[in-house]
């Protein structure tokens, strides 16, 4: 459910515009392509000019194919394509990158009190945001019907190293926390090439690691949630992931009202708070990817109250409604302004 091209790409530009100072005798690697639906930047500085660019590109190449062979919801052969093609209920065991991505989702829906949940597929075609020119506003009894198919703690038992349908027609999809693991696992791609100075995004969910080639943290830009937006904010990030959430790019609107796609699994309706967008850091990105998600559809009050009960760094965007033009005000929990201060 992230909105996952709210780090734009003109985040990348602004790291990339920091390689110019490069360190004498430093080499600059740089990578791009697609993946997940989405596309991927990669920046190494390699301070020993020892690493064989080739060679890191099929470590690239070669973790991302198996992040997609294992959570894929695109790939029908993808190992959570045949889970959820699978109406049978007895425990299904899985391999331990899914187990852990898995097992990450679960804790982060039981923390977030149920907003981030990676069952949610039948609120999300019910609101027609599934596929493009579906988008409509359901009767609340489709709500319900659809809301009694949805849920971890309804349709899914997640154990170590395996998984479980309540419900056959359970379906789990992992747009919001695989990309971000994707990150994660690049990274340690790249580490296993000796490389520890790096950023890797995917979808606009990143982590990166060290320093840049001018010494100091991966300088990230925070993007402004409107539709002509600018950088917000910029933030150092360094042995960390960061993620953000948006609720201002896929929308319809009817009768006068404005609904995201953004969609609260306890009420199964679009949020309607304030919040427009949630950016969190976290020890991995695959943390930051879920939580991004679970905080912006939690909103501003309650996200602040579950950050500070968690020592999570997050930080809200929120419309400022009382403002003549389109503005925006900031809330950041004490972790978040500890670890950007």
Known sequence: MSDLTV??????IMMSVALAACKPGAKIL?????????????????????????????????ALAQVNQQMSNWDPASEISRFNANKGTDA??????LSHVMQAAQDVNTASEGRFDTTMGPLIELWGFGAPGGKRMPQDAEILAAQARSGHGATLKVGAGAMQKIQ???????????????????????EGLGLSDYMVEIGGDLYASGLNADGKPWQIG?????????????VGVSGMGLASSGDYRNYFEQDGARYSHVIDPVTGRPITHKTASATVLAENAMLADAWATAMLILGRERGLEIAKANDLAVLFVER??????????????ERFTALTA
């Not at 993007?223 to 917000?232: H, I, M, T, Y």
């Not at 400022?320 to 929990?333: P, V």
Request: charged share 25%; hydrophobic share 40%.
């Open 7 to 12: 780090l734009s790409r003109r985040s990348f």
């Open 30 to 62: 740089e990578f791009s392509g697609s993946t997940m639906g989405t596309t991927y930047n990669v920046v190494a500085v390699d301070a020993s000019r020892s690493v064989d660019k080739i060679e890191a590109q099929a470590r690239i190449n070669a």
């Open 92 to 97: 299904t065991f899985m391999s331990r990158e």
């Open 168 to 190: 056959p027609e359970t379906q789990v999809y992992l747009a919001a926390i695989g990309k971000g693991f994707g990150a994660d696992q690049v990274g340690r791609a790249l």
């Open 222 to 234: 925070i993007e402004k949630p409107a539709a002509l937006s600018g950088v917000l904010d910029v």
């Open 320 to 333: 400022d409604e009382a403002a003549s033009d389109l503005r925006f005000k900031t809330a950041a929990s």
